[in-house]
């Protein structure tokens, strides 16, 4: 099994900038594809960022040029760096992993981050 575990979130201004971390524990990071979703208080989880072990990343079309995804293999740790941060970007977003050529699929407790001036 792997342990996703998330950091990096808080409060920040709008037109700011922060970079959530994922760690993970229990298995190589090379060996996943790995994601980013979001969940806003009342709203449907949404898949931000995706990256898999190709090194092929994928956006939602609202935060195209802004946010980017990446992973180190040898920190076992995927990134996803947040930029000109919106309100609408107030969500707690989760770090998701899948093994390759499996269907288990595992989940980060998720960080708030929360846009507001």
């Known amino acids: 099994q792997v342990q996703l575990v998330e950091s990096g979130g808080g409060l920040v201004q709008p037109g700011g900038s922060l970079r959530l971390s994922c760690v993970a524990s229990g298995s190589a990071l090379s060996l996943y594809v790995l994601a980013w979703y979001r969940q806003a208080p009342g709203k449907q989880r949404e898949l931000v960022a995706s990256?898999?072990?190709?090194?092929?990343?994928n956006y939602t079309d609202s935060v195209k040029g802004r946010f980017t995804i990446s992973r180190d293999n040898a920190k076992s740790t995927v990134y996803l760096q947040m930029n000109s941060l919106k309100p609408e970007d107030t969500a707690v977003y989760y770090c998701?992993?899948?093994?390759?050529?499996?269907?288990?699929?595992?989940w980060g407790q998720g960080t708030q981050v929360t846009v507001s001036s």
């Open positions: 990256m898999s072990s190709w090194t092929t990343s």
């Open positions: 998701y992993a899948r093994r390759l050529m499996s269907a288990t699929t595992y």
